[in-house]
Every structure is written in structure tokens, then in C-alpha cells.
């Protein structure tokens, strides 16, 4: 079955930096367009990034443009979220997810078919 897994969460200061993988198996990853999304306590789950089959179109929250670098390996079946100059703003938990699409990749939570279970990024003033 499809199993998406992220990785690399954590407790950071502002400041910080934290890389966040998300390994995907049980699918063709090079046929699916994949997204970050982080949803806080309290408030809806957004999207933060996505990136493109062939991993030349990206997109990003206006909230993490620019500190935030989502990257993709198709021969690893990999997903990496760089993200650096964190504030607590972006506390949260994050979630890979991957939406089979041939074209850019979607802003919309519900095109994407599967998701994985998040990972816990606190970040500290």
C-alpha cells in the first residue's frame, strides 16, 4: 500500500533551521506531483509548498517565501522541505502529500490522494 513518512521535525529556536524529509513507497513517485502542508492547533491546515513531477515548478506560501526551499529526488522517492529563519509562527505539524497530476502541482488540499501521518516542528521565541 502507499505509505508517505516524514522525517525530521523537531524543537527549534527562531532563527533555526529544520529539513524535513518525506520518503514515499508503495507508488511511482515521478508520476506525482507533492505538496507540504502544516496545520497549527486551533487553526485550518494550509498549504506551504509544492513542487512538480519533474521538479522544475515550484510554489510557496507567501508566509514562507523565501526561507522555505521544497526539493524532490524521483530516483530516492524522497520529498525535502528546507526550511530556514524560522519563527514560532511556524509551529505546527507538517504533512507530506501527493497528487497524481500531470500539470503544475495543486494548492488545493483536496486533490491530493495521499498524505502522511506529520511531523512536529515547535519553534521557540
Known amino acids: 500500500q502507499v505509505q508517505l513518512v516524514e522525517s525530521g521535525g523537531g524543537s527549534v529556536q527562531a532563527g533555526g533551521s529544520l529539513r524535513l524529509s518525506c520518503t514515499a513507497s508503495?507508488?511511482?513517485?515521478?508520476?506525482?506531483?507533492m505538496g507540504w502542508f502544516r496545520q497549527a492547533p486551533g487553526k485550518e491546515r494550509e498549504e506551504v509548498s509544492c513542487?512538480?513531477?519533474?521538479?522544475?515548478?515550484?510554489y510557496y506560501a507567501d508566509s514562507v517565501k523565501g526561507r522555505f526551499t521544497i526539493s524532490r529526488d524521483n530516483a530516492k522517492n524522497t520529498l525535502s522541505l528546507q526550511m530556514d529563519s524560522l519563527t514560532p509562527e511556524d509551529t505546527a505539524t507538517y504533512y507530506c502529500?501527493?497528487?497524481?497530476?500531470?500539470?503544475?502541482?495543486?494548492?488545493?488540499?483536496?486533490?491530493?490522494?495521499?498524505w502522511g501521518q506529520g511531523t512536529q516542528v515547535t519553534v521557540s521565541s
Open positions: 513542487i512538480n513531477l519533474r521538479g522544475d515548478f515550484t
Open positions: 502529500a501527493a497528487d497524481r497530476t500531470f500539470g503544475f502541482c495543486s494548492t488545493r488540499a483536496p486533490n491530493y490522494e495521499y
Open positions: 508503495g507508488l511511482t513517485f515521478a508520476d506525482y506531483a
